[in-house]
Nanobody
Framework: QVQLVESGGGLVQAGGSLRLSCAASGLTFSTYAMGWFRQAPGKEREFVAAVSWSGGATNYADSVKGRFTISRDNAKNTVYLQMNSLKPEDTAVYYC????????????????WGQGTQVTVSS
């Protein structure tokens, strides 16, 4: 079956950096657009970033543009989220997800989801 396993979360001070990874198995990874979403306590899950199947196109939420970078390595079946200049408002559980559609922000278009990894940014 399909598995998406996130790693790399943790506690970091404001202004710091973290790199999240999501290892995929059980799907033809190179044919799926991949996305990162996050859910803060008491809030709905929201789109963060997405990358096309080839890695040639990306899309970001306005709140993370210029600070976060999504990338993928199809040889390793892994998608990454490099997070720089972290802010306390970036604190959330971060989820990776896979979509058979071209690069897309709508959660309903994602078929597969990981279990999430916690990112906590202290002020």
């Amino acid at each position: 079956q399909v598995q998406l396993v996130e790693s790399g979360g943790g506690l970091v001070q404001a202004g710091g950096s973290l790199r999240l990874s999501c290892a995929a198995s059980g799907l033809t990874f190179s044919t799926y657009a991949m996305g990162w979403f996050r859910q803060a306590p008491g809030k709905e899950r929201e789109f963060v970033a997405a990358v096309s199947w080839s890695g040639g196109a990306t899309n970001y939420a306005d709140s993370v543009k210029g600070r976060f970078t999504i990338s993928r390595d199809n040889a390793k079946n892994t998608v990454y989220l490099q997070m720089n200049s972290l802010k306390p408002e970036d604190t959330a559980v971060y989820y990776c997800a896979g979509s058979p559609f071209p690069i897309i922000t709508a959660q309903t278009r994602y078929d597969y989801w990981g279990q999430g990894t916690q990112v906590t940014v202290s002020s």
